[in-house]
């Protein structure tokens, strides 16, 4: 999509005339991690994205920031009180864009799901994470867990088979309100650390002489314009497209078989369920399946459904569901959940994450992207210099990343400062209080706005909504309503448009705005917004055209039926 304007608000001196410390390939969970990561230790780093920040396999989960429950059926300790630990810390640093969710499951007669293995579970989960709330606003607490009723299981899990339960057990994990902005957050917070983000930006080439890094090849995609940064560390973290770059293969485990695992969740239109709910797939004769759970939870007044695993061989840019794939999932939805009997037109979006396969796994399963996969010159990245990285889910990125940053400093001889990232807010998250913040933004916002639209802009843009409720006092044209949306005000448009890097109506509508989480946005919503973007960009009829046929036909809707 070729646009002759924008990128105003980037400084192209400074990514070309520097030499980086780092380089981060891929500005997804991780790579935005990563870069928040290394710029507030004292480095200095680029985030170069082909696409737009967490516009990939990071936007497409269940969006469940898990407090690592399942681990301790394996009594895998360490790691559930280190996913426990990074919860917390999501709910500390972005607490706006992180918010405790209720989840339940059913308990059965089998032995690892009947009450007295749940309940011990719980318990232990309860007692090591007593220090799961220190540090959080009075808002973002996490209760302890217990077993729950039949009937209080029922209340909660409308229309999933519950036969064969003998009550449920309940707890709560934490949730992303918005991924493509928690993910966005990352990389403005590196980019006010003084790191050069760049969306839109693909690394073409990583540079070698004499088996070291020196650079990597770039082509901007919105000018089409060739440049070249100099650096002797990148890190490649763009999941599926690991190794794509010329002068970068991919080795060790993600050594290029051509395959891949495709992670899928469903919306359907389906009643909100109001907490996540854990369920067990069930066979032709309505059997709970052993180890095979599936989660419901709420999704912007629809639900999200999911993971199922394909393999694929697939490139990463062509992916999709196919009928089959769709006819299993709706089959499998049936199976346990009778009463939504969900059909093709039932399904509103379809979200696919990939990732490659890893070498030492043989099938496509939860266990195939359960773990890291850390890659450097040391075992078997073959370049000095270059690091592979993959986070097997969210709630690990920034863990991931401090402690691979850790090796980068030790291994490429880079002095670094003591990392701060656990309890550092990010873009948008630096307020005293979510409680306080809502009642100056209601000051500000007066009777000019809805609860509702105060409520939206505080929730998803957090300290920056003053900065938009100001704005639109001065200038009271932006209080007006997109059409087609009128939960979003002209405001937020402008603020995105100035403030955080939008090169494509896609980027704005689906990734600044949140809107067409659920289904793809209303035809005078896109039309509208293009307009002003177009005003903006001082974009063509043709360019116009062109960006609101990409939104219309994005992916997540295209393999919708």
């Not at 500005?27 to 990939?56: C, H, I, P, T, Y």
């Not at 989960?125 to 209760?143: E, K, S």
């Not at 009723?149 to 029922?154: D, P, Y």
């Not at 839109?200 to 990597?216: C, I, N, P, S, Y």
Request: glycine letters at 8%; hydrophobic letters at 40%.
């Amino acid at each position: 999509m070729e646009q002759a304007r924008g990128r105003r608000h980037l400084d192209f001196t400074k990514l070309f005339a520097d030499s980086f410390d780092l380089v981060v390939i891929g500005a997804g969970a991780l790579g935005s991690a990563m870069a928040w990561e290394a710029a507030s230790r004292g480095l200095r780093v680029a985030l170069l994205e082909k696409n737009d920040f967490g516009a990939g396999t990071s936007a497409n989960s269940l969006r469940i920031v898990h407090g690592g429950l399942r681990y301790l059926q394996s009594m895998d300790i360490l790691r559930a009180r280190a996913s426990a630990g990074e919860r917390s810390t999501f709910l500390r640093i972005a607490p706006h864009l992180v918010t405790p969710i209720e989840c339940v499951m059913p308990t059965l007669t089998s032995w690892k799901r009947g009450r007295t293995a749940m309940a011990c579970g719980l318990a232990a989960n309860a007692f090591l994470t007593l220090d799961r709330n220190w540090g959080l606003d009075r808002q973002r607490r996490l209760p302890a867990g217990g077993l729950i009723s039949r009937r209080e299981l029922a209340e909660r899990a409308a229309g999933i088979d519950l036969s064969g339960a003998t009550g449920g057990a309940r707890w709560f994990d934490a949730v992303m309100l918005d991924p493509e902005r928690l993910c966005l957050s990352f990389a403005l917070s590196a980019r006010n650390a003084g790191a050069a983000v760049f969306n839109h930006m693909e690394a073409t080439e990583v540079l070698q002489h004499k088996g070291r890094v020196r650079g990597v090849l770039t082509r901007d995609n919105i000018t089409r314009q060739i440049h070249e940064i100099r650096t002797k560390v990148v890190a490649d973290c763009r999941g599926p497209w690991i190794g794509k770059a010329s002068g970068s293969p991919p080795t060790g485990q993600f050594a290029d078989t051509g395959a891949y695992i495709k992670a899928v969740n469903l919306v359907l239109e389906t009643p909100d369920l109001g907490c996540a709910v854990g369920f067990p797939a069930r066979s032709k004769r309505g059997e709970p399946i052993t180890g095979r759970l599936f989660f419901a939870t709420p999704f912007h007044g629809a639900t999200a459904v999911g993971t199922w695993y394909f393999e694929t061989r697939e490139a990463p840019d062509e992916t999709s569901l196919s009928d089959d794939e769709l006819e299993i999932i709706l089959r499998d939805v049936t199976r346990a959940c009778p009463a939504w009997s969900p059909k093709r037109s039932s399904v509103t979006a379809v979200h696919i994450g990939l990732q490659p396969m890893d070498t030492n796994v043989r099938s496509a399963s939860p266990a195939a992207i359960d773990r890291p996969i850390i890659v450097g010159a040391s075992n078997g990245s073959g370049m000095n210099g270059l690091w592979q990285l993959q986070t097997e889910k969210w709630t690990t990125a920034r863990r991931l990343a401090e402690h691979v940053l850790n090796r980068i400093s030790t291994i490429e001889e880079i002095r670094i400062r003591p990392s701060a990232t656990r309890k550092r807010r990010l873009y948008g998250g630096e307020f005293e209080s979510l409680e306080v913040l809502a009642a100056d933004a209601n000051r500000s916002a007066g009777s000019t706005l809805s609860s509702e639209q105060v409520s939206r802009v505080v929730n998803r843009y957090g300290q920056q909504a003053l900065d938009i409720l100001a704005r639109m006092r001065a200038e009271p044209s932006l209080a007006k309503s997109l059409p087609g949306s009128p939960q979003v005000i002209a405001a937020e448009l402008t603020h995105a448009l100035e403030h955080e890097m939008p090169e494509t109506l896609e980027d704005l509508m689906l990734r600044r705005l949140g809107l067409g989480a659920t289904t793809c946005p209303p035809g005078p919503a896109i039309d509208s917004a293009a307009a002003i973007m177009g005003e903006h960009f001082d974009w063509t009829t043709g360019q116009i055209q062109e960006n609101k046929a990409a939104v219309r036909h994005h992916r997540r809707y295209r393999d919708a039926v």
